[in-house]
């Protein structure tokens, strides 16, 4: 058993799920990955083997076909894709976004009719806020939904969408008119079914082509835009339109958590790689590793690893005890998005002139670790959050 990233006190069942997923890794993500990345290539046969495994439907209740499991058990399944190749995290992480949000805000039919479907992995889901003109900064969206008798139309344009080609489920955010002083209030979280695929997928509603990346790819990131788009009302997540914003927050916050994994699992994957590499390539009649400015390096970062992990960890299980997690999830979301760059680079470093190479992994995780610093909010705005949160908990 590995030394570093160990998780102490999880179930029987736990452990038993975490194995699975690392066997998997290894066997049908890692021998492919830079392959598929390089090429750009959705991981179809991969996303079939994590239907297989139950992974779509890990933390979605047993009473809609799901395994019932916890957010830290997700985490540490996260962590373990991660390792494998960052964009097959991604591939899961907006359906349970997705899922989460119908499993806590959900109606009763909303629950009926979608979670056994995304459960089984038929019904895939994407998560939708940011627009081309504001990112981070939600307030300032200006895609519309204006109601029409029963049905909203949509007009708006939506930016930064994973798994945009490929979901066939997406939650967009919307400004609706409810009549409230407050901006947040005047937004609505809609549910929308859609053919998966490129070009107009519905009347009014398109999904113009990829979004061309420096890394993370394989997953799709597109645009969504829409033009008189109609939706029923029965589509507002749980029923009252005016709850969007806090509706996307409360998922933000798991997809924070999900981000913080990522990054561990990446960072993990990138210290193994720099640790084997430093025993078998010898300069000066030694290996590299018996120099010591390469093992301090190598200590360092597996001091990284380590402290990413456990903060990982404690936000997911602050979350799964139901208490407010925004600060230990903007902690480690910031935290390990900062180490895994860090981890990346001195591995690099270590791998010298090779890692340079597009033969190397360590190559692929150098382009795709800026991303874990951007996605789920930035790290300046991880910094507000949890600034913020401390002048509350502190406050004179």
């Known amino acids: ?168 489920l997406v939650a967009v955010l919307c400004v609706t008119d409810e009549g409230s002083d407050s901006v947040y209030r005047n937004m609505t979280t809609f549910l929308i079914e859609k053919t998966p695929g490129f070009g107009e997928v519905a009347p009014g509603l398109t999904i113009p082509g990829k979004i061309e990346k420096m890394g993370y790819k394989g997953v799709d990131t597109t ?55 430093a025993q078998q390539r010898e300069t000066f009649g030694k290996q590299i590793a018996q120099h010591q400015a390469v093992q301090f390096r190598l200590a360092e970062m597996a001091t990284k690893v380590e402290a990413a992990h456990q903060m990982m960890v404690m936000a997911a299980r602050r979350k799964d005890s139901g208490e407010r997690n925004d600060l230990e999830a903007g902690m480690a979301k910031y935290l390990a998005g900062e180490y895994c760059k860090e981890v990346v680079e001195d591995s690099f470093r270590i791998h010298g002139g090779y890692g340079y190479s597009k033969e190397t992994e360590i190559e692929r995780l150098y382009r795709e670790a800026p991303m874990l610093l951007i996605g789920e909010g930035t790290a300046d705005i991880q910094k507000m959050i949890i600034g913020r949160r401390l002048l509350e908990d502190y406050r004179l």
């Open 223 to 277: 645009e969504l835009l829409f033009d008189g788009f109609r939706v029923g009302a029965e589509h507002v997540l749980g029923g009252t339109p005016g709850k969007g914003f806090h509706q996307m927050m409360d998922g933000v916050e798991v997809g924070r958590v999900n981000v913080a994994a990522r990054s561990c699992g990446m960072a993990y994957r990138a210290f193994e790689l720099a640790i084997a590499y």
């Open 1 to 168: 058993m590995r030394r570093l990233a160990r998780t102490e006190g999880l179930t029987e069942v736990q452990r038993e799920i975490i194995a699975a997923v690392a066997e998997f890794t290894e066997k049908e993500i890692l021998p492919v990955a830079t392959e598929l990345e390089h090429g750009d290539t959705y991981p179809a046969e991969i996303v079939e083997g994590l239907k297989r495994l139950g992974v779509f439907g890990l933390m979605i209740p047993e009473e809609y076909g799901g395994l019932g499991e916890s957010l830290l058990t997700y985490a540490l399944v996260v962590e373990e894709l991660a390792r494998g190749w960052m964009s097959v995290s991604g591939v899961i992480n907006t359906h349970f976004i997705v899922a989460y949000m119908v499993m806590r805000h959900g109606t009763d039919e909303q629950k009926a009719s979608l979670l056994p479907r995304m459960a089984a992995g038929e019904l895939r889901g994407a998560f939708s806020m940011s627009e081309p003109h504001c990112g981070s900064d939600v307030s300032a969206i200006r895609t519309k939904a204006v109601r029409d008798g029963d049905e909203y139309v949509i007009t708006g344009q939506k930016y930064w969408l994973t798994n945009g080609g490929s979901s066939s």
